[in-house]
Nanobody
Framework: QVQLVESGGGLVQAGDSLTLSCALF????????VGWFRQGPGKEREFLAA????????YSGDSVMDRFTISRDNAKNTAYLQMNNLKPEDTAVYYC?????????????????WGQGTQVTVSS
């Protein structure tokens, strides 16, 4: 059974840092691309970052790349999203997703496997 389990969310203050984890079960991380997305209140799910099976990375834009870092630990079968200098507008449910595609995707339709999400709330 395939399962992705996110953890590490919580309530923080503006300027704080958080590291989200995405543990994969039933999938081998080394052969999958992992992406991170988020969905804020009343908003559509948006792409943040992805890391390919060979370690290539892509970010949604400068504002994310300047503060967020995606990484993976194949030995632990876990991917991470390090988030620094968090802002109130980062408040959202954060999701990780996995794909067997070799192309590092940036859209939700490219990822068949999803976690349940973890809430991140940033207070001002």
């Amino acid at each position: 059974q395939v399962q992705l389990v996110e953890s590490g969310g919580g309530l923080v203050q503006a300027g704080d840092s958080l590291t989200l984890s995405c543990a994969l079960f039933g999938l081998t991380l080394s052969s999958h691309t992992v992406g991170w997305f988020r969905q804020g209140p009343g908003k559509e799910r948006e792409f943040l970052a992805a890391i390919g099976s060979v370690g290539s990375t892509i970010y949604s834009g400068d504002s994310v790349m300047d503060r967020f870092t995606i990484s993976r630990d194949n030995a632990k079968n876990t991917a991470y999203l390090q988030m620094n200098n968090l802002k109130p507008e980062d408040t959202a449910v954060y999701y990780c997703a996995a794909s067997f595609r070799t192309v590092v995707g940036t859209t939700t339709s490219q990822y068949p496997y999803w976690g349940q999400g973890t809430q991140v709330t940033v207070s001002s």
